[in-house]
DNA sequence: GTAATTTCTTATCATATGTAAAGTGTTTTA
DNA sequence: TAAAACACTTTACATATGATAAGAAATTAC
């Protein structure tokens, strides 16, 4: 179930998420609220289904978020949300194309849904939103090529203990058969890995 | 060894390229060639180091190119890049932190050398220049994203056979050691897998 | 609160990949 | 052009991971 209403508080921690890309006028900030709503959705539900081309940026108040597809009919998860990031399928996105991912949420969340295309044509009107969101995606590029990174470069032993020293909440948020899948692995695997120790 | 000098043509080859992203005017043309130059440099050397912090964005007419680093003493490939294509290790770009990658060329190459830091001053008194790199970098986000799919999707194997469908240029380029950190194997499970058919 | 479902662990076995070493063929260099 | 260096393949062996199945633990549903 979802439920659409409009929380001023709610979109009050997005402003104050951009505000660390970029200074927004009031004005701008007016703008994208016009384009934006308020969203509440129940644990373990899709926030978006594959096959939906996305036109949304989320922005994650409350709750976790996954991203998931399913290859050779197993679910695997592609990227974990926390709060206070956004959540965007950008190869949806920025091609237009359907997406052959989903988003989940693991958690009753609280988001905050941009108008992605209503967003694109603010940026004529207000520079400053084309710049903050060059800044976000940008952000993005940084994090993803670390990702690249670190599933080429390390195993997932490495890479499990990494996620156990940085973010010890997702193990106690997140089943570990998607941390498994995330990590490129079979549960049985992880099971062994955290058995060892 | 590297040579520097002003190539006319090779930077309208620069210019070509960037208008399939976006229209550029005369006036920001000239400006982007005043913080350009163009480069000659010869088979296996570095275009930048490890350590460096990334200012540059490399346009290669040219040639081929690698982005490379070290884990455990392993010399392991991140990225090819071939002829009309940009060349930047994002992650030192948009952080201006140091690199722990370099990028070599394979073969003799010719390239543009664009200076980051004066590309973004640019940014203001063109805003057609925010909005061209802008879109370049959002496409490079969605390569990079398809690239962590196909990295925890498909088996070595499968994106093995992938590349040599897709790109079989590369393999008579590239040596096939560099393919297989690439595809994350050792060259003995390369020369297996290529054995196999 | 109990039953049903889901999640996680453990064990066994088969398979794929890594390591090391040796050998062949190609390219580089002086 | 000959020697040296490098690239690639093959083999043998060790190890890690996956598949499957069974059971324990936790969560959900009624």
Known sequence: MLYLWYSVSLMNS???YLQNF?????EAQ???SEISQTVLIKKNTDLQSIGHTCKTIYFLKKGVARIYYFKDGIDIT???SFENNIVVRFESLFTSQPSKKAIQVLEDSELVAINSPKLFKLYDQFPETERLFRKIFEAALV?????????QFHTAEERYKHLMHEAPDVLKRVPLKYIASYLGITPVSLSRIRAQK
Chains 1, 2 share one sequence.
């Open 22 to 26: 970029y200074p927004l006028s009031k």
């Open 14 to 16: 997005l402003f104050q």
């Open 78 to 80: 592609e990227s974990f």
């Open 143 to 151: 994090d993803t090529v670390n990702r690249v990174e670190s599933i």
């Open 30 to 32: 007016k703008a994208i």
